[in-house]
């Protein structure tokens, strides 16, 4: 079966680096996506790790580790605007998504 | 600017009063999904279309019915909604290739059942 798991909850201070982690059991993999959604809103793509390692895009990275089914979304420089979900989804063997349950994450000032 | 529209943001309905939600897209895209998400949990894939093939999943209930008349428009149809079907409604899409894996979202409908 495919199973994802995700903190249900975290907190960061505004500034600061948060690192959400995601890990995962499936019989077939095409990759591994975040998405970023706001309360009320639909999620918006993140990034996508297919390869083993790290994947930076401005103030937001990705890693994958696929012998050790572990993801982490890496947040730097914390801004208020990043208080979200952040969910963690993997495509499975037919190309379909299998969603994570999210991360809400809280920036306090 | 090319994108997944949905109509209504928000509606409202009876309990057991058909309604039909829209979804539109300029993307050209083969694929379209309808998800079901509700607070705080996971969105769940009700059907989804490759063309005009059409894909159910098992734990859909037979409630939830799906139309595709073209590759721009997809329409989820909720024939008896009841109060647990109360949830944010979203549409995706996805490009028919297979090394392009992202899915583009609509804003989504949130669906009240009174």
């Known amino acids: 079966g495919q199973n994802i798991d995700q903190p249900t909850e975290m907190t960061a201070t505004e500034g600061a680096i948060v690192q959400i982690n995601c890990t995962y059991q499936t019989s077939g993999f095409n990759g591994l996506f975040w998405y970023q959604q706001h309360a009320g809103e639909a999620p918006t793509f993140l990034s996508y790790n297919v390869l083993d390692g790290l994947e930076e895009k401005g103030r937001f990275s990705s890693f994958l580790s696929r012998s050790k089914g572990y993801s982490y979304l890496l947040l730097k420089e914390l801004q208020m605007k990043d208080s979200a979900s952040y969910l963690c989804?993997?495509?499975?063997?037919?190309?379909?998504?299998?969603w994570g349950a999210g991360t809400k994450l809280i920036i306090k000032p | 600017d090319a994108m997944v529209i949905q109509n209504p943001r928000y509606q409202v309905t009876q309990f057991g009063k058909p309604v039909t939600l829209s979804c539109s897209q300029t993307l050209n895209h083969n694929v379209m999904y309808w998800y079901q998400q509700k607070s705080s949990q996971a969105p769940k894939l009700l059907f989804h279309?490759?063309?005009?093939?059409?894909?159910n999943e098992a734990d859909t209930p037979d409630n939830f019915q799906s139309r595709r008349p073209n590759t721009s428009f997809c329409f989820l149809d909720i024939r008896s909604p009841g109060l647990g079907d109360a949830a944010m409604y979203l549409c995706?899409?996805?490009?028919?290739?297979?090394?392009?894996?992202?899915?583009?979202f609509g804003p989504g409908t949130r669906l009240t059942v009174l």
């Open positions: 279309y490759y063309d005009k093939d059409f894909n």
């Open positions: 989804a993997l495509m499975d063997s037919n190309y379909q998504l299998i």
């Open positions: 995706a899409t996805k490009s028919g290739e297979r090394e392009v894996n992202e899915q583009f």
